[in-house]
């Protein structure tokens, strides 16, 4: 009886890194966002090189929570930085590291989201990460990037029940290819718009004559608003929006690209990603901690060199907007597909923690009515 008990436990918290089959996308239902092609898979990982890995954490009727990491290229990021940006919509958020990237332009570490109350220990364990990949041993300041949005409503957030392990999991076991979208992950326990949030993600790859580069993104959903969806004012239609319900919250944004520009142009590339989430109907509230992390892997900077000079190619200014509309029509499609993913999870995904529980996106009514526009 002893091993039955142990078992049922062990089958209870699902800490899970494997990808379960695939819910519906929205383009699945004929719904498009914009008018740039996706990539391949639709996904962040539609930029060369980059890897994903995700934690879940579900136990019990509390426990509601995880880890997502992004790894951008596959050789050590410390040694092999790469230019990004941080753009802060509303800065109520414990987003570390982003002094250093606003100051010197440059990520090196994988980036990591998680619930609000575990980003000390998820950037310890980036920390240890780092310290202990081969060529960091002389390493005695690094700079971690970890996000979070509080996931406490369905989550027991106190117990802080992330721990070191399940953020080096996921990042060790990031891997390219499809990424699980919905309530997994860091978005294991997020509510948007009053529905149950998650991870989304989306791409776009512009034509050849715009130089054929790649947007990924990649978000965290745990925001309020009015929803909108291709334009359509679903939330008004299913009566559920901000002022009308307590609908507050967070949202990371991660956008990667391998187009050629610099920390300044990415910094401008993360402000339009901002208004791809305004175009999903949120509303940036005083108690949301909004931000986008904008990274190139178009090229690395090393961290030693013999030379004083970087020399760079860089793409200019008057060819960046595609790349602008592209972040906008990806952002908001990432968002979209974390709703619709996380409405297709689970039934035992929607309760949480002191009895809280949320609605999943009605996805067939949302449908019909978007498809009527």
Known sequence: ????????????????????????????????????????????????????????????????????????????????????????????????????????????????????????????????????????????????????TNDGFLNDIRGRHVTRQHVLDAIRNAKPGPVEEGSVGAGTGTVCFGYKGGIGTASRRLPASLGGYTVGVLVQTNFGGVLQIAGVPVGVALGQYSYKEKLDGSCMMVVLTDAPVDARNLKRLAKRAFLGLGHTGGIASNGSGDYVIAVSTAYQIPHQSSSPFDTLKLLRNDDTSPLFMAAIEATEEAIINSLFAAGQSPADTFSGTEGHSVKPLPVQKVVEMVGRK
Not at 13 to 25: D, E, G, V
């Open 1 to 148: 009886m002893k091993r039955i008990f142990w078992l049922n436990v062990l089958l209870g918290l699902l800490i899970s890194t494997a990808h379960a089959q695939p819910a519906k996308r929205p383009r699945d239902y004929g719904i498009r966002f914009g008018v740039i092609p996706t990539g391949p898979l639709n996904a962040i990982t539609d930029v060369p090189g980059v890897r994903v890995g995700q934690v879940t954490l579900r136990q019990g009727t509390t426990i509601r929570t995880g880890v997502t990491a992004i790894v951008p290229h596959g050789g050590n990021l410390f040694q092999e930085k790469l230019p990004a940006a941080i753009y802060i919509g509303n800065g109520f958020g414990k987003l570390t590291g982003y002094s250093q990237v606003e100051e010197l332009g440059t990520l090196e570490t994988p980036i990591v989201l998680t619930n609000t109350l575990s980003v000390p220990t998820a950037a310890d364990a980036v920390i240890d990460y780092t310290l202990n990949q081969p060529g960091n041993e002389q390493v005695r300041s690094l700079n971690p990037v970890v996000g979070e």
